[in-house]
Structure formats: C-alpha cells, structure tokens
C-alpha cells in the first residue's frame, strides 16, 4: 500500500456564483493505493481506478457515486 499526497490545480464546478467552472489553486489530497500485479489501482477513498498501462502512461477513472461529472484521465510522461 501507498500513501500519496498532491497538490493540484482543478477546475471546479460551481465555484463561482454564476455556477461556471474556475480553476482552484493549490487543491491539496492525499489517499492510500493498492497496486495489483495487473496493473490496477484501487484507492483508500473509493473514488478512482487507475490502470498502469506503462511506467510512463496510466489511466484514470472517476468511480465516485456522488461525482455528477465523472471522468476519465490519461496521463503521460
């Protein structure tokens, strides 16, 4: 298991009084990983899957129930 802290630049739905999207500086978290020999990550919060597809390139998912804007993140180096 991992413990990773971030701190990351987001837009956020809803942070403006219009209900638009606005970028949010310095947006710090922090979850615990489990890396599977496939390649699969779960998260301590429930909220993402991740597949390594590399060890530069990974795939993200939102699993989050609540999220009302789900999305699929790829990343590479």
């Known amino acids: 298991m991992l413990v990773i802290s971030q ?8 942070a403006t009084d219009s ?3 606005t970028l949010v500086y310095g947006q710090n978290s922090s979850d615990t990983y489990t890396v599977l020999s496939n390649g699969r ?3 301590g919060s429930k909220k ?6 590399s ?9 989050d129930p609540t999220n009302t804007t789900p999305a699929i993140t790829v990343a590479e180096q």
């Open 7 to 14: 701190t990351s630049d987001v837009d956020q739905l809803g």
């Open 55 to 63: 060890p530069t390139k990974f795939l993200m998912i939102d699993v």
């Open 19 to 21: 209900g638009g999207y």
């Open 41 to 43: 990550v779960t998260t």
């Open 48 to 53: 993402q899957v991740i597949y390594i597809i």
